[in-house]
């Protein structure tokens, strides 16, 4: 028996070879994008990009090439890390062998532009709703107060500034520390990019939870009908599902809105809460981020029209 087992698993090495050898040709043969078609793709994009565009490569792991060729002078950290494409007026969706995303199915159609293995298509979103305030632009001193909450004690949080420091490249990777931020007992408060259980980047507000209740208070927002956003926790701690929630209360001119919780190992979720009543008005917007156990949980908001 153990012979017969020997002699399959020798004819089996060559059959593995022979796979090796098809997948190699594959990767290397006229399917694959040369980086002169991608550069040809850029400028088709930077041509008409206006500030309000997405760009969206698809399929979805061919984002490192395009993000690559089209350098950072169109690929943002808003448009790398994007919270939800409902948020762009237009989107350019640069895609290779037919691949096409979903989401975008009830766009229209603008135009269509061919780069050698590259489609550059732009679609316009039917359903747009300007950003009026990010609430990611917002972490300053001048724009946002950050407090940790003790009873009726209130602890003001001091921002200070710094060199970004990465996080770790080996499971469980860990989330960037920002330079820029509110240091808190415990924690601190900053722009980070989650990688998020979809393991697409997202740009989202880094904030703590612990076992008092923190107070992020953003100053002079311009309210529009709706508060839009989304949560997330790092992808390592997020794809254990568990019947933890992180409960994230906002509230503005003394008026509490309905909470918002996040269930640890549903993902990057989003969530909408109407401000008709004050749309049109300026003022602070509260959040507050309710004790949990500690995660690395990150939200974004917009307010908008």
């Known amino acids: 028996v153990r012979a017969d087992r020997a002699g399959w698993l020798l004819c089996a ?6 796979a090796e050898l098809v997948l190699h040709v594959k990767q290397t043969g006229p399917d694959v994008v040369s980086e002169a078609d991608w550069q040809r793709a850029r400028d088709v994009v930077k041509a008409d990009l206006k500030p309000e565009d997405g760009i969206l490569f698809e399929p979805f792991w061919a984002d490192p090439n395009g993000r690559e ?13 994007f919270s939800d494409l409902r948020r762009f007026q237009r989107t350019y969706e640069v895609s290779i062998r037919g691949a096409h995303d979903p989401e975008l199915a009830l766009w229209k159609k603008v135009k269509e532009d061919k780069a050698g293995g590259v489609t550059v298509t732009l679609w316009e979103n039917p359903d747009y709703a300007p950003v009026l305030e ?3 632009e917002l972490i300053s001193p001048d724009r946002l107060a950050v407090s940790k909450l003790d009873g009726a004690t209130e602890t003001a949080c001091a921002f200070q500034h710094g060199s970004t420091a990465g996080g770790s490249t080996v499971v469980p990777q860990g989330l960037l520390t920002p330079g820029d931020k509110f240091v808190c007992p415990g924690g601190h408060v900053g722009v980070a990019v989650l ?4 393991h697409h980047p997202h740009l989202c507000i880094y904030a703590t939870p612990s076992a008092s209740p923190l107070r992020l208070r953003f100053k002079d927002v311009q309210f529009g009908t709706r508060l839009v956003g989304h949560s997330g926790v790092q992808w390592v ?15 503005a001119f003394d008026h509490r809105m309905a909470p918002v919780f996040h269930k640890v190992g549903s993902g990057w979720v989003g969530f909408e809460l109407p401000t008709d009543d004050i749309a049109g008005k300026k003022g602070d917007l509260v959040a507050e981020i309710q004790p949990a156990k500690e995660r690395q949980f990150c939200f974004e908001g917009t307010t908008r029209k």
């Open 13 to 18: 090495v060559p059959l593995i070879g022979l």
């Open 195 to 198: 990688h998020a259980l979809d």
């Open 69 to 81: 060729a089209f350098g950072p002078e169109l690929m943002t950290m808003k448009r790398s890390g």
């Open 237 to 251: 701690d997020e794809r254990t599902p568990t019947g933890e929630k992180i409960e994230l209360n906002f509230a």
């Open 134 to 136: 990010d609430l990611v």
